[in-house]
């Protein structure tokens, strides 16, 4: 049977063949569709191994290795077979199903385990009835596995970042073994008076002196032409058991019903700051399964606090950092077609909590700092129950006095409470009990109700009689009873912040104490505010406190603020304008006020004011007192400064209180350099002359002169370097560093790198044609390891940064037997070494 087509004079049989022979075209087309399906795969094969081979063959291998994809996230490559069809259809499961035990959940993986048995090759049918999706892509040359997001497990996401990622490896700094600083602080006063003058000079020393993990401290103290030493003792950290050790003067913690005491002795206690990557509190968690590549924006009481854009896939986002009280946790979920799906939650914190399963606990035992005859023992135990209940336990010997107590801290829905008891012994006074309860409301933010706390105790009278450190016997006016408060606050007409507080304590005696105070308070556009103040006590009846605040001064000039505060509990009036600075460190820190006080018949004139400077800090004020009998005039004026060395590096700065850095530039420094910490950004005024930026943390001064940076004990901290005040040539791998610091730690290093050459040139064959487009090296003739790599333009040209003085050898990739080409680097006079033409001779 044949078809005869052609053009047919009929128009409608013309019609009627070419719809005839569509539908026999489209017919061929289905019945032959899954072998051109087939055949697509291995077409593209073939043509993939020509292109590697070379030459033709009848078959492509029948096994191969190629890379393995899961959900779009490379893995280690896998064996893969193919059909008589040529077509990959089997993968090695020796190769695939092992890669796959840490992304499936365990019941899942152990089951497509078990379903394997010992099969060998595992055929992309039987991936797919265990909702393993598996393709070849013969472009890419990699096996694709698609997993069901219900069947993986989480990928976690946690919310706690590391500001060091970017940071190199060589540049995260190591402590110096020894480091140290002092501390000085002056305070002199001229007293001016009824025609005499008196003057008064204060001195304190604060010293540090650390040594690998162990730091000595001590304070010496001038006052009245006496001297006295106090605050020394050892401390000495393990940072990974999170427990320190300190040998001296040390202060037990206050917990539940103790005393604060001070003692010479011995104090251990865990202590959650030494390694502040540990979540000592419960935080929160959200699971999130993702269908297609989406935005998820993280919310935390109306607040981002982080975007993230991921794959599809289950992803588990833990380390929600929660507020005291109510917290809404709300994340926004935008799919790749552009649909918003929100998810909501909320939980309750209280932020002395433990997590569950986490200890915490602190002793101290010595002698009574003021009375050495006394023996004092003190600890305190904490223990993470659950996510919302947390127990304590604590006791406490001074001398003859014992104190046992234990204390629940337990968070729901209604609120949190907190629950404390005490027993107490001495030899005089007996037994003695206390009971106290808190209790702070939950409040719903979202809807705006009142916000609450009550709380009070309970003491038996032998119990305040224990709490006595000294020998004096308590008297009953002073043995407190029972006590109660009462706090409350609410926003008012959405702008009216409104607290309440009452206050009453009972003693022995039958004498009570009441306190009430009522306030509110308002936040108008641009820092103005107001507040009023009503308040009543047993000794002074009832008081009104008003206050005034009003903003002054743009966006670029200094930040200003008149004040007026006014009591009619003592018949007093302030009024204050006050300048704000515009740096925390040079001359724009400068700031100051001006003071006009009326107490009674009693007034003052006052100015004062602060300047923190590279090498120390100013205090200084004047004022004028007067009364109906007497006339004063006075002036006082403090500064402060430190010592702090590192190594044998020492420098001159304002006081230090935890660790710090001792910061040079390089040999060839020509200006001053500043520095800034943490992710604070350089900003530059667009009106002055100076290349500095605006603001910065530190100022390395000149060459030869170290800035000294202060840091935050047992935190990692980026120091970065303003690289516009760098020389030319700098290493600009050397604009960057992370400290790492333990307890009082000190640090000392240049930025900048070895003082280098810009060093310019023209790559070009013995013909002279430009070499353009060639990437190569060059490597120093003393250190082989040294490579610096460059890539030259169209033209030929090239030009590197920063290169240390010395021979380098100059090497291209495409030209590996090329002849030998050396060149010398030395510092130039405006740091730049033209090279002119560099002949490769090929």
Not at 708 to 724: A, G, K, M, T
Request: net charge negative; hydrophobic share 35%; proline share 2%.
């Amino acid at each position: 049977m044949g078809l005869k087509l052609g053009r047919s004079g009929n128009s409608t049989n013309g019609r009627v063949r070419s719809v005839l022979l569509a539908s026999i075209c489209l017919s061929l087309c289905l019945l032959v569709s899954p072998s051109i399906a087939l055949a697509d795969q291995a077409a593209d094969m073939q043509a993939l191994f020509l292109k590697a081979f070379g030459t033709k063959k009848k078959a492509v291998p029948s096994q191969f290795t190629v890379d393995l994809m899961i959900d779009g996230q490379k893995h280690d490559a896998v064996m893969v077979f193919n059909s008589k069809q040529q077509v990959v259809n089997r993968v090695k499961s020796v190769d695939v199903i092992p890669q796959l035990k840490t992304i499936l959940k365990e019941d899942v993986f152990i089951a497509l385990e078990k379903a394997l048995g010992d099969t060998k090759e595992v055929s992309f049918e039987w991936l797919a009835e265990h909702d393993i999706k598996a393709a070849y892509d013969t472009a890419a040359l990699s096996l694709n596995l698609k997993l069901d997001p219900e069947q993986r497990e989480p990928l976690i996401l946690s919310l706690l970042q590391d500001i060091s990622s970017s940071v190199r490896k060589d540049n995260k700094l190591e402590a110096s073994n020894v480091s140290g600083y002092l501390n000085l602080y002056t305070n002199t006063e001229l007293t001016f008076q009824d025609g005499e003058n008196y003057s008064d000079l204060q001195l304190q020393l604060d010293g540090n002196l650390t040594v690998n993990k162990v730091t000595l401290e001590s304070q010496l103290t001038k006052s009245d032409d006496d001297w006295s030493l106090s605050n020394t003792y050892l401390t000495y950290d393990e940072p990974h058991n999170l427990i320190r050790y300190r040998l001296g003067d040390v202060r037990g913690i206050q917990r539940n019903f103790q005393q604060g005491v001070t003692l010479t002795g011995l104090s251990i206690s865990k202590d959650f700051s030494l390694d502040r990557s540990q979540e000592s509190q419960p935080v929160a968690s959200e699971k999130l399964i993702l269908t297609t590549r989406s935005d998820v924006i993280v919310l935390l009481n109306n607040f981002q606090i982080e975007r993230y854009t991921l794959a599809a896939g289950t992803y588990q986002l833990e380390d929600i950092g929660l507020t005291d009280g109510h917290n809404d946790i709300t994340l926004k979920i935008i799919d790749s077609f552009g649909k918003e799906t929100i998810k909501e939650s909320s939980q309750l914190f209280d932020n002395r909590l433990l997590k569950p399963k986490l200890s915490k606990y602190s002793v101290a035992t010595g002698a009574l700092s003021n009375d050495s005859d006394k023996f004092v023992a003190s600890g305190i135990y904490q223990y993470g129950l659950t996510e919302t209940i947390t127990v304590g336990a604590d006791a406490q010997l001074v001398g003859d006095q014992l104190l046992l107590g234990a204390d629940v801290l337990s968070a729901n829905e209604l609120g949190s409470l907190h629950v404390g008891t005490a027993i107490s012994h001495t030899s005089a006074g007996g037994m003695g009990t206390a009971l106290s309860a808190t209790f702070k409301s939950n409040v719903m933010s979202k809807q705006k109700q009142v916000r609450w706390e009550l709380g009070g105790e309970l003491h038996s009278k032998g119990f305040s009689a224990a709490l006595s450190l000294d020998d004096v016997t308590l008297e009953d006016s002073d043995s407190l009873r029972t006590s109660f408060y009462y706090k409350a606050s609410k926003v008012l007409q959405k702008k009216w912040n409104t607290a309440l507080g009452l206050n009453h304590a009972n003693y022995y005696d039958g004498s009570n104490d009441l306190t009430l105070d009522l306030s509110t308070s308002r936040r108008f556009g641009k820092g103005n505010s107001v507040s009023f103040g009503l308040n009543y006590a047993d000794d002074t009846d009832w008081s009104v406190k008003t206050q005034l605040s009003i903003a002054l001064g743009g966006k670029t000039s200094r930040r200003k603020r008149i004040g007026v505060l006014a009591n009619s509990k003592d018949s007093s009036l302030e009024t204050r304008y006050e300048v704000k600075a515009l740096n925390s460190i040079g001359k724009d820190s400068l700031a100051g006020n001006l003071i006009y006080r009326k107490k009674g018949s009693s007034v003052e004139q006052r100015v004062e004011g602060s300047l923190k400077m590279q090498k120390f800090e100013s205090h200084f004020s004047a004022s004028h007192a007067s009364t109906s009998s007497t006339d004063q005039q006075s002036v006082q004026v403090g500064i402060n400064t430190s010592l702090a060395c590192a190594g044998s590096e020492c420098a001159v700065t304002y006081p230090i209180d935890n660790s710090f850095a001792l910061v040079g530039g390089p040999r060839n420094q020509k200006q001053a350099i500043a520095l800034n910490t943490g992710n604070r950004r350089f900003v530059y005024a667009d009106d002055e002359d100076s290349i500095l930026p605006v603001t910065y943390s530190a100022l390395i001064p000149s060459v030869g002169k170290k800035a000294v940076i202060h840091l935050d004990d047992y935190e990692r901290q980026r120091i970065s370097v303003d690289e516009i005040s760098l020389p030319f040539g700098y290493d600009p791998e050397k604009t960057e560093f992370e400290a790492f610091s333990g307890f009082h730690h000190g640090f000392s290093f240049n930025v900048g790198g070895e003082p280098g050459t810009v060093v310019d040139g023209i790559l070009v064959d013995v013909t002279g044609k430009p070499l353009g487009f060639k990437g190569g090296q060059w490597i120093s003739t003393k250190n082989k390891d040294k490579a610096i790599a460059f890539f030259s333009n169209k033209s030929g040209r090239f030009r590197i940064p920063s290169v240390a003085s010395g021979s380098y050898i100059l090497e291209l990739h495409d030209y590996p037997d090329m002849g030998a080409v050396e060149v010398k680097i030395s510092i130039q006079e405006d740091g730049i070494q033209d090279l002119g033409k560099v002949t490769i001779h090929l």
